[in-house]
């Protein structure tokens, strides 16, 4: 008997994930709080469309409404829940799930910023297994309607970092890792902290500067002020990451070296430039970070959790992360809007 899977939220990321593991023969319960959405998905299936033909299909699905999930309190317990919801929406979300979970099954979160705390504080750090999405780049373009905007990972452009949060290789982080293999590339990582702080610091440099900017991925990195605003958040983010005692893995193809360095000195800066635009055709044209998806469809962000998280660690560690700081204001100037996004915002920061 395959594993019994939780999927809390259904956007983009759950979504793409529920279609991939049910077509790999998986026992998966999709749960999602937009009701138009979940009919559509019951009507019609999962459809995801993605730069590789062989990616495109549609897949019946088992989807639920959030309104439904007590329903499946009367069903055998899940071996395992994925939580694919925005951050802000962890510490409810980590409660719906746990009731409805066997009693050591483990809780993974598909999301960016750091989550774990807020599901440990919920659920106990016996639940917590780290995933660190690396090269997912997806929208939620419309009710049943998912489209990957970046490449699939390979065998050395690995997709996806499964780890325990004390580290050691565990059973349970390795099939995870293999049940994963359906979406992505997976392997186990040692290292899961500083493979989420990798992970927030290219979320960092980029979500928001798409969002205000109002420019698509591939754009924003053709862009010389919005690509230099971008580097200077990354090489803060690390510089916070570090001294917080996290050793960052590369990402994205960047050098973590030269990244620290860019902000300060103009050969790390050249140097990490070259390296941003040689990844520049690995996403579609119209590829846009989810927090720019979440301004353009007038919705709340992560900024609290990605900006407002590397400018709060900042100050605790006494490492400058102003630009952050700054870049978070102006992500909750456009969220009550006060500012509409435009790429003259990047100016004078
Ligand atoms: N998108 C990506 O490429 C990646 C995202 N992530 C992370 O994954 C987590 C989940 O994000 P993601 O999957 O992108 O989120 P989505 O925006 O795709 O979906 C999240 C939720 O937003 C609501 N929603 C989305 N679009 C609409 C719409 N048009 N109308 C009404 N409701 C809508 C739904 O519930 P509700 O109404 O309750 O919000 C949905 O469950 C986040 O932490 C994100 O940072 C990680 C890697 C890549
Ligand atoms: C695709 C990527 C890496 C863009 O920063 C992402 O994680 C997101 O959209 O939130």
Redesign the pocket.
């Given at each position: 008997m395959p594993p019994r899977i939780l999927i809390l939220g259904a956007g983009a990321v759950g979504g793409y994930f529920g279609a991939k593991l049910t077509r790999a023969g998986q026992d998966v319960t999709l749960v999602d709080p937009w009701p138009e959405h979940v009919a559509a998905m019951r009507a019609e299936g999962l459809t995801i469309r993605a730069m590789e033909p062989e990616d495109c299909h549609t897949t019946p699905v088992r989807a639920l409404h959030l309104s439904d999930l007590a329903t499946l309190l009367r069903e055998p317990a899940f071996d395992i829940g994925f939580l694919a919801v925005k951050s802000y929406d962890t510490p409810w979300a980590t409660a719906m799930m746990l009731p409805l979970l066997a009693p050591q099954a483990p809780i993974v979160s598909l999301q960016?910023g750091i989550n774990e705390d807020a599901i440990a504080a919920v659920a106990g750090w016996g639940r917590v297994i780290g995933c660190a999405?690396g090269l997912?780049?997806?929208e939620l373009l419309g009710p049943a309607l998912v489209q990957r905007n970046?490449r699939r990972g390979t065998a050395t452009a690995i997709g996806m970092r499964v780890g325990e949060v004390h580290g050691r290789v565990t059973p349970r982080a390795t099939a995870i890792a293999a049940l994963l293999e359906a979406a992505d590339s997976a392997r186990v990582t040692t290292n899961i902290w500083g493979e989420r702080w990798s992970?927030l610091t290219?979320?960092a440099m980029?979500?928001p500067v798409s969002a205000m900017t109002g420019l698509a991925?591939p754009a924003r990195d053709a862009d010389e002020a919005a690509r230099s605003l971008s580097i200077r958040l990354g090489s803060q983010c690390v510089r916070v990451g570090r001294a917080l005692g996290l050793s960052l893995e590369s990402i994205?193809g960047l050098d973590i070296d030269l990244l620290a360095r860019a902000e300060s000195e103009p050969e790390a800066m050249a140097a990490i430039t070259r390296q941003i635009l040689a990844h520049n055709n690995s996403r579609s044209a119209d590829?846009?970070?989810?927090?720019g998806?979440d301004v353009r469809k007038g919705r709340r962000t992560e900024t609290e959790a990605i900006s407002g998280l590397v400018a709060r660690r900042g100050a605790e560690v006494g490492v400058d992360a102003g630009l952050h700081a700054r870049v978070h204001d102006i992500m909750l100037r456009i969220e009550r809007g006060d500012l509409t996004p435009h790429p003259s915002l990047v100016q004078g920061l």
């Open positions: 960016n999405i997912l780049a997806a970046s992970k290219i979320n980029r979500n991925g994205s590829q846009r970070p989810s927090m998806q």
